[in-house]
């Protein structure tokens, strides 16, 4: 059974830094593709960056420049290297998987039916 627990969240002011974690149990996928998303009340969940088993990547266009999203194959684990957060940027992030490489041009940041595997989600305040 496939398991994503997300953490990092926090609170910081705006400016600040966080580095959101999420690590994946249970994967047994060669190629696989893993985002993050965010969603605040009210809101739909939007999609804020994935990356693939093949490197490739993408992001956003609200967080390009700020956010950057990598990988550790030997941990099993995502990261979210958030800088130069800014109020709006506050929602709770989901980390989410699904097998198969990323979808281009921006499909997989836009369909989150796409992704299989959810995580619980961790909270992310930013003040001004």
């Known amino acids: 059974q496939v398991r994503l627990v997300e953490s990092g969240g926090g609170s910081v002011q705006s400016g600040g830094s966080l580095r959101l974690s999420c690590a994946a149990s249970g994967y047994t996928y060669r190629n696989y593709c893993m985002a993050w998303f965010r969603q605040t009340p009210g809101k739909e969940r939007e999609g804020v960056s994935t990356?693939?088993?093949?490197?490739?990547?993408s992001y956003a266009d609200f967080v390009k420049g700020r956010f950057t999203i990598s990988q550790d194959n030997a941990k099993s684990t995502v990261y979210l290297q958030m800088n130069s957060l800014k109020p709006e940027d506050t929602a709770m992030y989901y980390c989410?998987?699904?097998?198969?490489?990323?979808?281009?041009?921006?499909?997989?940041?836009?369909?989150?039916?796409?992704?299989?595997?959810w995580g619980q989600g961790t909270r992310v305040t930013v003040s001004s």
């Open positions: 989410a998987a699904h097998p198969g490489l990323c979808y281009r041009s921006g499909y997989g940041l836009s369909n989150d039916a796409t992704y299989a595997h």
């Open positions: 990356i693939g088993s093949d490197g490739s990547y």
